[in-house]
T-cell receptor
Framework: EAQVTQNPRYLITVTGKKLTVTCSQN?????MSWYRQDPGLGLRQIYY???????DKGDVPEGYKVSRKEKRNFPLILESPSPNQTSLYFC??????????????FGPGTRLTVL | QQPVQSPQAVILREGEDAVINCSSS?????VHWYRQKHGEAPVFLMI?????EQKGHEKISASFNEKKQQSSLYLTASQLSYSGTYFC??????????????FGQGTILTVHP
């Protein structure tokens, strides 16, 4: 089944404790992206990747890191999480960039709470 | 800069129609529409590229006006299953950030029997 998977689905952590949220897709997609969703603000793009070893900042990259060493994986790293990073995080992938007609498929989401 | 969606919320009875608008202050290359139900991931509805072509899928269609930098989503003869939050996402024309997709704040649509 074609899908985007994220782990963990729920995470409660404390300020400053490094964490990684994994994202994996099995559709051989070139493009992958991370979003955070907060009430009243919609989805905001954190980072995106056009291909392996090619990543770029979205609208809210501060406090986050990403890497794309393999085509299928695009982990989101919070080196020193803070309470303002408490949010619902979505990973998404598509064959090509948003400037094309390709559908973007979203993962199920990761709800992160930073105390 | 986020596109602006209007209205923020719509309440309908089954069978009624609705229009959701998405406006950007920047030149647009494409507009994406998604629907999200509570507790779930956003689900793709359609994508429109600049050119003004109207697309449709059953009773949901959309248009894209490049000159006004605006897109509208049309839901006709609404069904209970249409309830959810609708998001538009915009990819801007020009520049090097063609991997960026910026979403609006969402429009909450509620359909009652």
């Amino acid at each position: 089944e074609a899908q985007v998977t994220q782990n963990p689905r729920y995470l409660i952590t404390v300020t400053g404790k490094k964490l990684t949220v994994t994202c994996s897709q099995n559709m051989n997609h070139e493009y992958m992206s991370w979003y955070r969703q907060d009430p009243g603000l919609g989805l905001r793009q954190i980072y995106y990747s056009m291909n392996v070893e090619v990543t770029d900042k979205g609208d809210v990259p501060e406090g986050y890191k990403v890497s794309r060493k393999e085509k299928r994986n695009f982990p989101l790293i919070l080196e020193s999480p803070s309470p303002n990073q408490t949010s619902l995080y979505f990973c998404a992938s598509s064959t090509s960039t948003p400037s094309s007609t390709d559908t973007q498929y979203f993962g199920p989401g990761t709800r992160l709470t930073v105390l | 800069q986020q596109p602006v969606q209007s209205p923020q919320a719509v309440i309908l009875r089954e069978g009624e129609d609705a229009v959701i608008n998405c406006s950007s202050s920047k030149a647009l290359y494409s507009v994406h529409w998604y629907r999200q139900k509570h507790g779930e991931a956003p689900v793709f509805l359609m994508i429109l590229l600049k050119g003004g072509e109207q697309k449709g899928h059953e009773k949901i269609s959309a248009s894209f006006n490049e000159k006004k930098q605006q897109s509208s989503l049309y839901l006709t003869a609404s069904q209970l299953s249409y309830s959810g939050t609708y998001f538009c996402g915009t990819a801007n024309a020009g520049g090097t950030s063609y991997g960026k997709l910026t979403f609006g704040q969402g429009t909450i649509l509620t359909v009652h029997p």
